[in-house]
């Protein structure tokens, strides 16, 4: 997993550009974009429901709006079909600039399954399943003040968990 | 109290003090001055407008948990930051002049409150900002909700909150302004989300995933009353768009020209200065347009394109050296104008409206009937401003400019809009009657053809006749005498119903042949089957 930016809560802009629009990137984006029209295809509706921890340029979501993967209307996006997480407020700000109608979670991805305590956020509740899940993360998942466990593999896991849950 | 200020007065000597404004009042104007969240969201666009930013992006939907307001304007430091808007009421914005430096747009920003309107609607703020060739940019980050309990009288200053500021890098060529609230109150969220009506199970229209142009269309087509049929969230929308100088809709506000042509030449004129003052704004993924649409589709189709502009451009002069200088139009058509929101007159203040009053400005003659068929937009381009009140939603009526814009607007209605108004009900009332007629007509020809087997003509006669009806069997005709006295003692509406009575009644007088029995029979007959 890649380091970013200087501190956490900064954003830069040529710091992201360079992590997001390395070609590693595109090559992982491709694919997961042959997976989820696989999955399209399967699932009984016209679109996918997609979770991402996109950046500030939301690569992964151009290719896959561009695709017809993701539902969108008039306006911008048809909420079920598109959530982000983002915790810098700036980015937050700047990626839901982009993203009209989409769900966003203005926190951790981790905060936002619960990672690490019983149950998850209102919101995770509410908008679980997902179809694909995009957990681009940008910090380590060894964080040096997680002591005992890393939270991020915590989340993941609670993700899955999640997933079970909410698909029945 | 300072001992100066203390008031001891001996026996016939006068003594001065002064009367002060205690800090006080600070804490009741930041608790709240906007009846409507949406004159609070306007004054954050507003600012946006004087930064000379050309885009707004607001977003808020789908969740409410933030609401954050994106501008490419010229942005600012934190010294700016700082002088405007720390210090509440303190706006330097006019300092250089009454226009936006390169744009040229005229400065909205007047008293420097504008921030206090946000925290009438969330606890925490965070603005970013960044000025062209600086190469960094501030944060700020507002937590209202620690100073919302009351603070000691004796205060010279009110603390509205505390502010965090950081200076980081940011790109030289860059420039805007990012405010993002999050806490969002209670009140502000629930409206929003439009809980009481969903929990009363009120059904509401939903726009979502719409454009602009299709909910306005939408609304019009299907005269939705704005306030009763769509949800507080797309109210709030509409509301914004209508106050804010953003652009008309390409086919509005007047959609077709009117009868007497040309009139629509102010109307293109100021479409096109406000759409030369290129500001545009996103919410939630709808680029707002003034939500004017007049007339109605449905009503061209029936009415035909009856309907009158009147515009008006006026200059005057006031004894202290002050101007009014104002242009507009107003709109009139010969019926109600659906949807109500779009009945009465829209005052704008450099573009911006500050108020949208159905009763035309307390328009005092009898006339009330004519005012639902009437809409009119004032652009106010000098003069007027020392009339707002602080919460830039109302006027002080006394003030001589608005006096003389309410006296102007009261000629011009009662004077021309409404005398044509007047013309146009007569106009009206009378084909009315006709079509009525001919409709009476052909009832009593086809009772009488249907009765006697026959075809039957009928006259109108305004001779003194001795019956007021008569039926010639002889020549096929049927006179009905209006001038009868019969017709006289009753009231007009009354007449024909009493006509229709006395045709079936001479109608079984007729065939009866002197039987009174069946003349009541056939009378009798002839009204169980009349449908009036």
Redesign the interface.
Known sequence: MEKMNNAEGDFNRKEEDQIYNSPQKWFIREKWAQHATIRRDSNRRSYIRLLTLTSTKTYDINIFKERGLIATTNSGYLPESLTFCECVPERYARIHNRLPGARGFLGTFEDFVGAGAIGQSKRANTWFPYDVINLDFTDPCFKQRDKKTSRTIDAIEKTFWLFDVSSG | MNKKDALELKLNKPQITQMKVGAQILEHLSKGIYSNPAYAIKELINNAYDAEAKNV?I?A???F??F?I?DDGEGMNYKEFSDRFVWISRSDRRDKGELTKNLKRPIIGKFGIGFIAVSEICNKM?I?STKENENYKF?AEIDFSKFRKSQPKEKEFYELSEVKFIN??E?KEEHYT?I?L?DLSRGFRELLEDKERKERGIEVVNF????FE?IVEEIEKNKLDISKDVGRYWQLILQIANIVPVEYLNNGPIRVPSKDGGSLKTINDIKNYVKSLNFSV?F???YLKKPILLPNEEEIKNLGEDFQIYSFKEKFNFDDKSRLYFRGYVYNQKQMIKPPQLQGIILRIKNVAIIMDPNFLEYPYAEKLFIPWNFGEIYIEEGLEEALNINRNSFRITHPHYRKIENYLHDLLHYKVFVDCRVRWDERKENKRKIEEEIRKENAKSYLNSEFRKSFKIEYNDTQAKYPIEIDLENNRLFINKNNPIYRKIKKKDRNFLEDILIRFETSYKKSEGNVEKLKSIFLEGLAKWKK
């Open positions: 992006i977003r939907k789908p969740e948990d933030t954050s994106t965070k970013i944060e980081k890098p790109e990012m993002i999050t979502d995933g719409k454009k299709d996103d939630d993924g709808v």
